[in-house]
């Protein structure tokens, strides 16, 4: 694996800007800056590996893309329904916190597995 640093930089722009866009749609929701941060970390957490990483192989590198932009799409229509609504913490969490595993998880499945 490779870092672009240009790309990661732009990944990590993106989700800060998109972090600020889920503060704003919550509004006046006391959880609002909570939910920006938490959405901002999340987008980072799958816009890195989609734009700013270089892999191996491309079979590897076509996955791992895919994986990250199908879950950085759940996670950005989970994250602006919950702003959009009043936010409730413990499901904000749960579900959330239950994507980013389950991406985390089966990207690490796919970056462990060596194809020769």
Avoid: W
Avoid at 17 to 23: E, N, S
Avoid at 25 to 34: Q, S
Avoid at 67 to 81: E, G, K, R
Wanted: proline share 3%; hydrophobic share 55%.
């Amino acid at each position: 694996m490779k870092v672009n640093v240009v790309l990661t930089v732009l990944s990590v722009v993106i989700s800060l800007l998109l972090g600020y866009a889920v503060y704003s749609v919550a509004g006046i929701d006391p959880k609002a800056l909570l939910a920006g941060i938490c959405s901002a970390v999340c987008f980072m957490c799958t816009l890195i590996p989609a734009l700013g990483i270089r892999y191996e192989t491309m079979g590897m590198s076509l996955n791992l893309r895919v994986l990250s932009m199908v879950a950085f799409v759940v996670m950005l229509i989970s994250h602006f329904s919950f702003a959009a609504i009043l936010i409730k913490m413990p499901y904000y969490v749960i579900v959330n916190g239950l994507i980013i595993c389950i991406y985390l998880g089966v990207a690490y499945s796919i970056n462990s597995t060596k194809q020769y």
